[in-house]
């Protein structure tokens, strides 16, 4: 049987934070439901698609704010899911979750459910900046959200931080981190604020009405992040994943490894068969004509490899030499050579145990690494 991941996208918010542009509209009942009722269809969907040659290992619910809608809605979606396919027993089943509104019931409803993993979006523990990026929730309910999953019994548990938004110094990156390592969590997301067009951070920052830090700060936090995470035994595994030893998300490494994996929902991306496929980024369209789903194209072999390579570079663990020959039945070092050679001089990229790896200097500067192995 082969091994797939299940992505659904869960397209609602509260508030919309000014820095995001994932795709969700606000909550009500009506479009709960809506929703809820073309999901299962479109699950339904898959059942000759899949036509029983897959087991699913990892489920992941996220957004928009998963923990919005009721807990019934999800139970739904998981039992129709499991329906259509063998959901391992020992699978990852994850959910993104805002602090403000993970109550103790809904936890221990997620429980039953099955979750047993949450990734809860802290962004940081100063109030004036997550009052300045638009966040409904303070610190307070933030590092409470934290004990409750605990208390519910949630072993294992991911909070997002960001760094780069204007006004954050390295202190404040400091003070966040160390006190999320107390409340004993397993995963950081350590995210650098990127600013995505049509935001309204994006056009503050055109007006001239907030200055973002400058690239050589920006990299200030982020060691200083790294180091404070790597001197507490979160290993980094991913240029901005860190986590104790034996809780990487398996989910997203299913991502970076190039595996199989089909998204529901609107906006959700899919890989299968060599062809990446999306729904429309549009619940109305989505909940009235299904899935006419936007097929990118089929990716040739050297989109395949170039694509292959940028993912697993993003690992701390890097391209595995010889699982890279035996997927595209050729000869890694052969056809990159000039390039293994051009960056390894540089020292951007290094060849260790069978693996060629970024280095510390190749992560600061990744987006021209992977630009050579295009050439
Ligand atoms: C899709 S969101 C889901 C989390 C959940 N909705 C919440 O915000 O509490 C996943 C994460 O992406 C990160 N993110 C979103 N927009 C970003 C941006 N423009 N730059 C960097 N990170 C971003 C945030 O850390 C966020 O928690
Ligand atoms: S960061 Fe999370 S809560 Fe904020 S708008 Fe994006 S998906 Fe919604």
Not at 349 to 375: A, C, P, R, W
């Amino acid at each position: 049987m082969k091994k797939l991941g299940i992505y659904v996208h869960i397209p609602f918010c509260r508030q919309k934070c000014s820095y995001c542009d994932f795709y969700s509209v606000n909550w009500n009942d009506e479009s709960e439901n809506k929703y809820v009722a073309a999901v299962l269809n479109e699950i339904k969907g898959y059942k000759d698609r899949l036509n029983g040659q897959y087991v699913a290992d990892s489920v992941f619910f996220g957004g928009g704010t998963p923990t919005i809608i009721k807990p019934e809605s999800l139970y739904k979606i998981m039992e129709v899911l499991r329906d259509l396919i063998e959901v391992n027993k020992n699978s990852e089943i994850s959910m993104e979750a805002n602090p403000n509104t993970l109550t103790f019931e809904k936890l221990r409803e997620y429980r039953e459910i099955g979750i047993n993993r949450l990734s809860i979006g802290v962004q940081s523990l100063n109030d004036d900046i997550l009052k300045k990026i638009g966040r409904v929730h303070d610190s307070r309910q933030a590092i409470e959200s934290i004990d409750r999953a605990k208390s519910a019994g949630f072993s294992n548990i991911n909070t997002d931080v960001m760094f780069n938004i204007p006004g954050q110094e390295v202190s404040d990156i400091e003070d966040t981190i160390s006190r999320l390592i107390e409340r004993n969590i397993e995963h950081i997301s350590f995210y650098s604020l990127k600013l995505e067009k049509g935001t309204p951070m994006y056009a503050l920052e055109k007006n001239n009405k907030i200055v973002m830090p400058d690239e050589e700060y920006e990299r200030e936090m982020y060691y200083a992040g790294r180091s404070l995470m790597e001197r507490n035994n979160f290993l980094q595994y991913e240029i901005s994943n860190f986590s104790k030893n034996g809780f990487e998300c398996r989910h997203n490494l299913k991502y970076w490894s190039q595996d199989e994996y089909i998204g529901l929902g609107p906006s959700a991306h899919s890989f299968m068969d060599g062809v990446r496929y999306s729904n429309p980024a549009d619940l109305k369209m989505y909940c009235v004509s299904g899935f006419n789903r936007i097929v990118h194209e089929r990716m040739n072999y050297e989109d395949l490899m170039f694509e292959y390579i940028m993912l697993r570079l993003r690992l701390s663990e890097g391209v595995d030499i010889h699982e890279f020959n035996s997927r595209f039945s050729t000869d890694f070092i052969k056809i990159y050579q000039e390039q293994i050679s051009h960056l390894g001089k540089n020292n951007l990229i290094e060849l260790s145990d069978g693996h060629i790896k970024l280095t510390e200097k190749g992560m600061d500067i990744s987006n021209y690494v992977f630009e050579k192995f295009m050439q």
